[in-house]
């Protein structure tokens, strides 16, 4: 018990060991994730399933133009550096900046409330008046939850900022139960009401299941508002963080309204695709990043402890998440059904969801890397530069979608595909100026880790594509002689898709791992250590203070 304890309470010093935690729970929290769509397509046609997402997206668009525009980029980087002076103020920051959000969130909540009738018909013009109405009633109900999460993300910074990342990433596992037991338990008897008064259970659980180890570290939750300089600092860090998150809820605006002219059920192909991506996003991404952001705070006034962070963050990340990408293009179809495939889930449905995964497929690597990226300029308390490349990638993707998919014709994954690219420039350009910044000559040599892992992942791709087509039977149908019979098959069933989907996962794997082997990976070497520290000396990713960082600049990366 003791030992449970300490791992729930104690901090985690270094940023593989707080990300190798994060992972961990990242990849449960987008299982369930998973979980919680399959159990909605099978309770709902994708036509309905349609009306219950789009009545996230103002709710959506108001927290997290709040949330998100506050305390990834602000928040965190002023309260970690406030937590070094201790004390009573560093409480009273948590406090005003709680009370700040509840206050404008529920104006705001209150505002779209009363018009969302009229703001709904205006950004899913696809939906009739009848489903309409039910868009916005189920929109209504949604803010309730958005309320409790304002609130949980505040102690989602506090404890993040404090170095106790596994808390906070086991929270979105009771979202996601929380869900999936009002569409199981509800849903019979109040149809979408029943996933949507889920959505609340599981809010309120985000925020309760975070509370006792806040209040454990001293946050103590106070009526009081106190404007002092930490606060009035998270204010100007936040503004341009907010203006982008804007932007960025401008484009998901869109992505609605192109996706509800399409078909209706259009728009859950695009949510059930991007469902999938985000798997990878947040197990390499969000995970990573999030325990880079404190740390690389720490490290701001010493650039050469910043740029091993930074760089060892990106070629690890961008090292692990390649083959996944690869995987989510090549098996598009098999992954599709397997996570989606029920009974009134039809072939249509399945062919469009996988056209919109492989889209964002391509783009997985580089919402990744911006999202590291991103975090280090926030670190060196510079907001503006990314949220100007991030607007200016955000403004091209909307355009992309409206050719893709006006001019062009283009199905739903045409929104995807203008997603993905958008993110390559930003990627790009996020990548020349931080290295501008942090090293006095910026070298080609930066880029040799990622061509290394680009190649064996297109070299693992090629095989799993190949392996796919070989051992699938349809493929071979009408020209295989009847001894084939024996080495393929027949994936009209789940057992057969399910075998041949992993093996074929475990040959690229080995592939992508033989190849980085041949390059030399440096990447592949820091990985193994990692896994041997982490499961054969059974320590969970937590380290000593004393104990040396995981992994350090590999020698292509050098000055």
């Known amino acids: 018990m003791k030992s449970i304890k300490h791992i729930f309470v104690s901090p985690q010093t270094s940023i593989f060991s ?10 449960a929290s ?21 009306l219950f997402f ?3 997206r103002l ?24 937590l070094k002076k201790d004390g009573k103020e560093v409480w009273e920051i948590a406090s005003s900046v709680a009370n700040l959000g509840l206050l404008i969130f529920l104006a705001l909540a209150c505002l779209v409330i009363i018009f969302a009738n009229q703001l709904y018909g205006f950004i899913a013009p696809g939906f009739g008046p009848e489903r309409r109405d039910i868009i916005v009633l189920l929109s209504r109900i949604l803010f309730v939850a958005q309320g409790f999460f304002v609130f949980s993300y505040v102690l989602t910074a506090i404890l993040e900022s404090s170095r106790r990342f596994l808390v906070p990433a086991v929270a979105p596992l009771f979202y996601n139960l929380g869900i999936i037991l009002g569409t199981w338990l509800l849903s019979p008897r109040l149809g979408l009401l029943g996933p949507t008064i889920g959505v609340v259970i599981g809010a309120a659980s985000h925020a309760l299941i975070q509370l006792p180890l806040a209040v454990k570290l001293g946050f103590r939750f106070s009526g009081k508002i106190r404007i002092n300089d930490e606060v009035k600092k998270i204010g ?6 907010i203006i982008e998150v804007s932007f960025m809820q401008l484009a998901k605006s869109v992505e609605l309204f192109l996706a509800s002219l399409i078909t209706t059920a259009s728009y859950t192909y695009f949510t059930f695709g991007n469902s999938l991506q985000l798997l990878p996003v947040g197990l390499f991404g969000t995970s990573i990043a999030k325990a880079a952001l404190p740390i690389l705070s720490r490290q701001a006034d010493s650039r050469g402890q910043f740029k091993k962070t930074l760089f060892n963050a990106l ?14 293009i090549v098996l598009r179809i098999p992954l599709v059904r397997l996570v989606y495939g029920t009974d009134i ?11 919109v995964l492989s889209a964002f497929g391509v783009g997985v690597v580089f919402q990744i890397a911006a999202s590291i990226l991103a975090r280090a300029f926030y ?3 510079d907001t503006k530069t990314p949220v100007v490349i991030s607007i200016s990638a955000i403004t091209l993707n909307i355009v992309l979608d409206f050719i893709l998919i006006k001019v062009f014709k283009l199905p739903v994954w045409g929104l995807a595909a203008a997603f993905s690219f958008a993110y390559l420039l930003q990627v790009g350009v996020l990548f020349a100026l931080i290295s501008s910044r942090i090293f006095e000559r910026v070298s080609l040599k930066l880029l040799v880790p990622f061509v290394k892992s680009g190649v064996a992942s297109v070299g693992a791709g090629a095989v799993m594509f190949f392996t796919l087509k070989f051992f699938d039977r349809s493929v071979w149908r009408g020209i295989r002689p009847a001894s084939f019979e024996k080495f393929v098959l027949d994936t009209h069933y789940t057992i057969n898709l399910l075998i041949l989907t992993a093996f074929v996962i475990l040959v690229g794997g080995l592939v992508y791992l033989v190849l980085s082997l041949l390059f030399k990976s440096n990447e592949l070497k820091y990985f193994l250590n990692f896994v041997k520290k982490t499961f054969i000396s059974r320590k969970l990713g937590i380290v000593s203070a004393r104990q040396t960082e995981i992994v350090s600049l590999p020698p292509d990366g050098g000055n």
């Open 379 to 381: 670190a060196l308390h």
């Open 345 to 355: 889930f039809s072939w249509e449905s399945t062919v469009q969801t996988s056209l």
């Open 59 to 82: 709710p959506d668009l108001i927290f997290e133009v709040l949330v998100f525009g506050t305390f990834a980029s602000a928040f965190i980087p002023v309260f970690s550096k406030a």
């Open 315 to 328: 070629y690890q990340s961008v090292f692990l998440a390649l083959p996944v990408a690869v995987v989510l």
């Open 18 to 27: 707080a990300a190798g935690i994060i992972m961990i729970m990242v990849v």
């Open 236 to 241: 100007k860090l936040a503004l341009p963080r």
């Open 54 to 56: 789009a009545a996230f």
């Open 30 to 50: 987008r299982i369930l994730g998973l979980v919680r769509q399959r159990v909605l397509a099978n309770f709902f046609p994708a036509s309905d399933l349609s």
